[in-house]
């Protein structure tokens, strides 16, 4: 090979690329897409019989004696509409409409959203903004939604006391685009490695309550801005998530 075909195939090697879908990824987002359109119709008609159902009960919890009982009712309605909710916008997904992003705004938005749930815990926010370039193409929607769930997540993995840092930076990448890392940490109660690999499975949670698509959700956004999304986590010290996007 000639000396110019090595330095043009260093090159190609060095370039930044969005993760790759493999054969066996795309089999089995596949499967899923399947699954989604299967869940999506069945979900649309729980939805149906669960709004008469809901209906039904609030007028039971202003004529009935048992209004407790009333409540409890409502309340797991309320967690199935939910499960219900979060599997059709799993299931139908809708393509964002990219607009230039100021991702800092954004973090700061969602942090002022969850400003009770950071006071009730008496959780320290720490904020280390050092991305002079903090603006990427994107759906703002979409990446708050996003940030949302890692936040959330993060205070419930927290008990009182806690502290929460988001962090971001712009890092160059040879031979690609620079690059925004978004950084998330908790001082939680962390992740097992075992738990960890399979984070980001569709209906996989480790929560009481929880569906297991947040962080599916997630990711498949953050896929979606040719980023990438990864965690770190340590049992008893903490979790982070880190967000990787093309800067615009």
Do not use: C
């Amino acid at each position: 090979m000639s000396t110019a075909r090595k330095k043009t195939a260093k090159k190609k090697s060095t370039a930044w690329k969005a993760p790759s879908i493999s054969e066996a990824n795309l089999q089995r987002l596949d499967r899923l897409a399947n699954m989604g359109i299967l869940s999506a119709g069945v979900a649309h008609e729980i939805k149906n019989g669960l709004t008469s159902i809901k209906t039904f009960v609030e007028l039971m919890t202003l004529e009935s004696k048992d209004k407790e009982l009333a409540v409890v009712v409502l309340r797991e309605l309320s967690r199935i509409d939910s499960l219900v909710s979060q599997m059709l916008r799993f299931a139908v997904h809708k393509p964002g409409t990219f607009t230039a992003v100021r991702i800092h705004d954004v973090l700061e938005y969602s942090l002022r959203l969850l400003h009770h749930q950071v006071v009730g815990k008496m959780v320290q926010v720490k904020r280390d903004y050092k991305a002079m370039s903090h603006t990427v193409r994107g759906d703002e929607a979409h990446l708050q939604q996003v940030f949302m769930n890692l936040l959330l997540n993060a205070l419930e993995a927290m008990g009182m006391n806690g502290t929460l840092t988001v962090s971001t930076e712009a890092v160059n990448v040879k031979n690609g685009p620079r690059i925004l890392k978004i950084q998330i940490r908790d001082t939680g109660i962390g992740i097992s490695a075992e738990h960890q690999a399979r984070l980001f499975e569709p209906f996989f949670t480790t929560k009481k309550h929880g569906t297991g698509l947040g962080l599916a959700i997630s990711q498949r956004i953050i896929q979606e801005h040719k980023g990438r999304i990864e965690v770190r986590s340590e049992v008893k010290k903490g979790s982070t998530f880190l967000i990787l996007l093309p800067v615009a």
